[in-house]
């Protein structure tokens, strides 16, 4: 009889324990190569992964996952005090909102999306390396960019994209599936656009008819690396929740890990690329 109450007792603290467990709110975009929702690689992609590690290392709280368009995302996180973002970039006006945590993996920026046949034509606004002057290609007038809001770009980029004359159509993408890349690759409104490497690399794998149809190019003003992290609700339990996180981002291991994640979608070249970049620096900046 002993044995049953004892029995009953821990089953009641496990439903209890259940019950009364804090929230941790995930929100994402369905933007892939990092939340993959559906097909062959679902649940694959490296902030999916990256997600998984961070939630098995805090069994205390329990883990939701809202998929939501990027507004969204930007305004429940300065509403709700339990809301927290994977692959974030760090910036002083977020900073206002938000808590950070430590570094996640360090990432390439942005580059410039442009139609194959029109590479030719920007040969002289790029240097040695191969990176294109989005400075002289906004003064030049030579076409309309296509930049996603709630992004950020880094270095000088984000005032240029400001800047008086730069032609820009800015666009809230819904999801991966309206892509600023097939936007170029149709020409549709667009002649180039700011996206990262790894998006045409998603989208050699969809449509490697419109993969081959674009070019991607480094930009001379946006910084060599980058520092993804986490963001969560400035709140006091999201500073509580990114303490905790950081045990588990600093835990062994996982920083090897969660950098290999990021990698595993870039094409050969930038991963090489990447590598050298960070041991060159020794750090990525924010």
């Avoid at 989208?203 to 980058?226: F, H």
């Avoid at 986490?230 to 890990?257: Q, W, Y």
Wanted: aromatic letters at 8%.
């Amino acid at each position: 009889m002993r044995t049953g109450w004892i029995a009953f007792a821990a089953f009641f603290m496990a439903i209890s324990t259940a019950q009364t467990a804090e929230v941790i709110q995930w929100y994402a975009g369905d933007f892939p190569p990092g939340i993959i929702l559906r097909g062959r690689d679902q649940g694959k992609g490296y902030l999916d992964q990256i997600m998984k590690v961070i939630q098995e290392g805090l069994p205390e709280y329990e883990h939701r996952i809202v998929i939501a368009a990027p507004v969204r995302i930007s305004h429940d996180i300065t509403v709700y005090p339990n809301v927290c973002i994977a692959g974030a970039t760090y910036s002083a006006e977020r900073a206002q909102s938000r808590v950070f945590s430590d570094v996640i993996f360090s990432f390439l920026p942005s580059g410039l999306l442009i139609r194959a046949d029109k590479l030719a034509s920007l040969r002289s606004l790029m240097d040695e390396e191969g990176r294109v002057s989005l400075r002289q290609f906004i003064q030049s007038n030579i076409g309309r960019i296509g930049v996603m809001n709630q992004r950020i770009y880094g270095g000088t980029v984000d005032p240029l994209l400001n800047s008086e004359g730069a032609q820009l159509e800015r666009i809230d993408l819904a999801s991966g599936d309206d892509a600023l890349a097939m936007r170029v690759a149709l020409g549709r409104n667009l002649d180039a656009a700011l996206t990262y490497g790894f998006e045409i690399t998603w989208l050699g794998r969809q449509d490697a008819e419109t993969a081959s149809m674009l070019r991607w190019l480094p930009v001379q003003e946006e910084p060599d690396v980058m520092a993804s992290r986490i963001s969560c609700s400035k709140s006091a339990f999201g500073e509580r929740i990114v303490e905790r996180m950081n045990r588990v981002i600093r835990t062994a291991g996982n920083s090897e890990r969660f950098q290999r994640f990021y990698e595993g979608w870039l094409d050969d070249d930038s991963a090489q690329r990447l590598r050298k970049l960070i041991k060159a620096s020794g750090k990525a900046r924010k």
